[in-house]
């Protein structure tokens, strides 16, 4: 189903947005990603993986290791240039997302999508990457909205 036909359906812009994400991003850094399997960011990324999009975990407590047989980096700044991050992923408080933030758009020059998961919400942190040209998904679950969509 393309956008059009969605539009045409009724869904809301964020749907809209979430749509075309869903269809065009590739590359998804996961920040906060744990090792645990009964942790919420293990299961989302393990979902994402099984769909086709390429992981790269972020932990600072397992940096070097690997999450989901892909190298685990400490922060954003550390992710090669070459792979292409298209998307953050935050796992992390509120409180933890300005620096998430900042740090994305400073070291990620392909980024287009700033994802913060179920209950997490930052408005001045959402608003400097809107101002930058991203499109920003808060108090949502990709493992969730993206079968909507594919």
Not at 69 to 74: A, F, I, S
Not at 109 to 130: F, K, N, S, V, Y
Request: positive net charge; hydrophobic residues 45%.
């Amino acid at each position: 189903m393309n956008l059009a036909v969605l539009r045409d359906i009724g869904t809301s812009p964020v749907d809209d947005d979430i749509a075309r994400i869903a269809r065009t991003v590739r590359c998804i850094a996961i920040v906060g990603l744990s090792p645990n399997e009964a942790r919420p960011s293990w299961g989302v990324a393990r979902y994402l993986k099984s769909q086709g999009y390429r992981i790269i975990p972020v932990n600072p407590g397992h940096a070097g290791g690997t999450i989901l047989d892909e190298r685990v980096y400490p922060d954003l700044r550390a992710i090669p240039p070459e792979q292409a991050v298209d998307m953050v992923d935050i796992f992390r408080r509120a409180e933890a997302v300005p620096a998430i933030v900042d740090q994305a758009l400073a070291h990620l020059p392909r980024l287009d999508t700033i994802w913060m998961q179920l209950g997490i919400r930052h408005p001045q942190a959402a608003g400097r990457a809107r101002a930058r040209g991203l499109t920003v998904i808060e108090d949502r679950c990709p493992k969730i909205e993206f079968p909507r969509f594919l």
